[in-house]
């Protein structure tokens, strides 16, 4: 593998390992027999070890829901209908891999008040979508942009969790009832 390859190997593995167990749960050691990748290659590309990498992961899978925000909204004709594609699309994003699988940011935002860089990460990463939210909001007319944005997030975010811990979508399926 080449030099970029191998280092979007250690952030998509990391990504998708820190999305199973939590930042806590994950070790290096993972992550390298996941990509294959010796120890010398992740702290080429990562020289802060375990938190940087898992920064860039949490950057990497925001971009990607950002677009999937983009994708979703861009095709709606009212915010609701694009709330609820964007509800449907995390929801099938959740269950990738055969059973629920955490947001990719709460798993750093979680990391605690001792990893203050990673804490930062997950904020930036958060206003981000509200942000490409209220864009959408504000293209479709919404009165509150922002607040709807927020409260869309919010309501995402906690059916998120709640499918996590029951390791069952159904708390999509009640959000997109609301969001009707």
Not at 55 to 67: L, M, Q, V, Y
Not at 87 to 95: D, F, H, V
Request: aromatic content about 4%.
């Amino acid at each position: 593998m080449n030099d970029n390859t191998n280092r979007k190997a250690l952030i998509h593995a990391a990504s998708a390992l820190l999305r199973k167990r939590g930042y806590a749960g994950v070790g290096l050691a993972e992550i390298l027999a996941e990509t294959g990748l010796p120890k010398g290659s992740l702290y080429h590309h990562f020289p802060g070890g375990k938190e940087q990498l898992a920064g860039e992961a949490t950057r990497w899978a925001g971009h990607k829901i950002a677009e999937l925000i983009d994708a979703t909204f861009g095709e709606a004709d009212s915010f609701a209908a694009g709330s609820l594609a964007l509800c449907r699309a995390i929801a099938r994003l959740s269950r990738e891999s055969g059973r629920i699988l955490g947001c990719p940011v709460l798993s750093v935002a979680q990391a605690g008040i001792e990893k203050p860089e990673l804490h930062g990460v997950a904020a930036t990463v958060l206003a981000e979508w509200i942000s490409r939210i209220e864009g959408h909001a504000r293209r479709l007319d919404q009165i509150d942009p922002h607040t709807d944005a927020e409260r869309l997030l919010i309501g995402l975010q906690g059916a998120w969790a709640v499918a996590l811990a029951r390791q069952d979508a159904s708390a999509f399926e009640t959000l997109e009832k609301s969001l009707c």
